[in-house]
């Protein structure tokens, strides 16, 4: 097994750069994982750790936690207020030519405890992102009933923390997310796993910025994104005839 990406680490905080398919803590939704981050994250560096917000199992990228649960409470408190600030990269169908912000509320999918509500249960929240387009290809290949794939690569600032806020937002103005099975579409999942090997959600988290907990010095980290996300950018670059190139770590 290969180890976990640190992205920064000092005597309060440590940062990882989550690979997708990994869930963050156990979790009633999926009773069937053995392997979480926090344990992972705690054998590799010799001590507890206090994840102080979540990634989805499917979503990549840069995950962070507290070494002791003061700190952890601390930085709760910035993500509870809203004043950290968040960005994920997601592989979209269609062309994204504008900015915008989609203001939707959401409704409630699991309780507090990760219980499924049924149908029609859950309470109506605020949910707010804003959407910027940073790239956009145009392939030669049919899907579906087009002669033409069309795709886009995004960022995504979320200013709520709903449940799964970025898929159910991007499905809502009808560019999903590539790799989403709950609310993408099948025939561009299939597409990008034929041609491209993709068996994943193409979300990441790419970069924070917060107050550090002990300093109160604003600090920005950024992740870039993992080999399997890389790849397959590269690989809609040079479809696309795009000269464009996306490190990856």
Known sequence: MQPLSIVYQDDVLVAMNKPSGLLVHRSPIDRC???????????????????VHRLDKPTSGLLLFALNSEVARTLAEQFESRRLYKEYWAVVRGHVTAAQRIDHPLKDEVDHR????????????????????????????PVDRYPEARYSLVSLVPHTGRHRQLRRHMKHISHPIVGDSSYGKGSHNRFFREHFS????????????????VT??????????????????????????????????
């Open 198 to 213: 993709s068996h994943r959600l193409l979300l990441a988290a790419v970069s924070m910025t917060f107050l550090h907990p």
């Open 114 to 141: 990760g219980q499924r509500f049924f149908k029609g249960e859950g309470v109506s929240r605020e949910a707010c992102t804003d959407v910027m387009p940073l790239r956009t290809w145009t392939l030669p290949m």
């Open 33 to 51: 994982e053995t392997e979480f981050a926090v344990q992972r994250l705690r054998d590799q560096i010799g001590c507890h750790v206090y994840p």
């Open 216 to 249: 109160d010095v604003e600090m920005t980290l950024e992740a870039p994104v993992l080999e399997d996300y890389g790849s397959v950018l590269e690989q809609l670059a040079h479809c696309a005839n795009d000269s464009v190139h996306f490190s990856a770590q």
